[in-house]
């Protein structure tokens, strides 16, 4: 597999993007299904396309499936279960602080990555690799927070959830990890999809019950909007697959570090779509990304 390492490049980039992608669609979905019945969307409707994926991968490479081993499963609840724990967090703290602080918070979920990556499956990080990540999430930062948008930073309630949020992200991404490297006797690519397939059925089932249990009018809602659902819940998947892809050939925090040229992304798309100038601060916080994510690469 060594010879295919280099492969998490593209593969993040390629999730990022469909990520953003995804996130577009869950977000003109939130109006009608509320931010709870939006979010399930990508489990519920992405399950049955990662069982295509599945498929389609068995049968090009001809790997054989077996019942995986132990720290398979315990990984998969901790990657799973953190994530909606995350998620849950992350709507909390931007009901107690603004959007752009809160997301100054998440983006410290690749310093936790790799401190959880080393700490729980000895990642090996070099001390280049441990700057670029760091120089990376403070350019992240100084973009994300615009004047004013300081107000309240480092309250306690706000910054407690944010930064809790952003732990059980990065633990999520770990225990991604940790089940792909427990999937044994095949390939990375048939064991990031596995993992997929697992995950995505273990949260389809615990949102679906809380759903029918907290707000039985919702999984209806959601049924009645399946022809964009379905869009959203392939695009879901699609980032999903390639996040695992580069889970299983590298550290977590190598994969949420790159994929912090999202924040570039959405800085082009506002520049051209949108018309927004560019400030001093942000071109200095984008060239910090660009630095960190170049060093992180290279070494």
Do not use: C
Not at 13 to 31: D, F, H, I, S, Y
Not at 64 to 72: D, H, I, Q, T, Y
């Amino acid at each position: 597999m060594t010879q295919f390492v280099w492969l998490w490049i593209p593969f993040t980039l390629l999730a990022a993007a469909g990520q953003v992608v995804r996130n577009a669609m869950q977000r003109g979905l939130t109006a009608q299904l509320g931010t709870l019945g939006a979010t399930h969307i990508r489990f519920l409707f992405g399950f049955p396309f990662s069982l295509v994926f599945l498929g389609l991968i068995l049968a090009v490479n001809g790997d054989r499936l077996s019942w995986p081993e132990a720290g398979f499963w315990a990984w998969l609840v901790v990657g799973g279960m953190a994530q909606i724990v995350a998620t849950a967090l992350m709507l909390m703290a931007m009901n107690e602080r603004s959007f752009v602080v809160t997301t100054a918070y998440l983006k410290t979920e690749a310093i936790q990555a790799a401190i959880f990556g080393f700490v729980f499956l000895a990642d090996h990080l070099t001390v280049l690799k441990v700057a670029a990540i760091l120089i990376a999430t403070i350019g992240v930062v100084i973009t994300a927070l615009r004047p004013g948008g300081m107000k309240g930073f480092g309250t306690l309630k706000p910054t407690a959830l944010g930064l809790l949020a952003a732990s059980f992200f990065a633990l999520s991404a770990v225990g991604y990890r940790g089940a792909i490297l427990n999937v044994t006797g095949v390939s990375f690519v048939t064991a990031a999809s596995v993992t997929l397939v697992a995950t995505l059925l273990m949260q389809t089932i615990v949102l679906s019950g809380w759903l029918i249990v907290r707000a039985p009018g919702t999984m209806t809602a959601i049924f009645r909007l399946w022809k964009p659902s379905m869009f959203a819940g392939f695009m879901g998947s699609f980032a999903s697959l390639f996040w695992f892809l580069a889970f299983a050939l590298t550290a977590a925090a190598n994969v949420r570090t790159l994929a912090l040229v999202e924040v570039l992304f959405a800085q082009v798309a506002a520049y051209y779509s949108m018309k927004q100038p560019i400030s001093a601060r942000e071109i200095s916080g984008i060239a910090l990304i660009l630095i960190g994510v170049a060093m992180l690469v290279a070494v």
